[in-house]
């Protein structure tokens, strides 16, 4: 995980509204949501229950890499890439390459979910 996107989680998670960069900024609008901006798009909004992302469009290398830090942060879930369409990881029946294929669509919600380490291994829960 790059530096911004640890200081983007510590934010998130301190409820602080910040500008990290020129382009990458916090926004605490309560207790029930933060924003999270990349340049003028708003690519998440974190509720304590589940996350909504939206790229805006902008499918790119950057945004996948911010939206990825805040879903294996919050969601144990994460977005990868296969012929420039976004899947999610970990979710729904079907199956590519080993792995359940849902695919990524702006303003999709994800539940929210526990991580725990329990001496050798993550235990992952609903909240």
Known sequence: MRKIEEKIIDAINAGETVTLSKRDRIVNDSDVVKYVWLWNTNIARVYPDRIEIDAGGWRTATTKSRLNAILW????????????????????????????????????SIPRKHKRWDGDKWIVSNL
């Open 73 to 108: 942060a919050y969601c144990a879930t994460g977005i990868y890439r296969h012929k420039g369409a976004w899947f999610l990881n970990g979710y729904a029946d079907t199956r590519y390459a080993g792995r359940p294929v849902v695919k990524v669509v702006d303003g999709m």
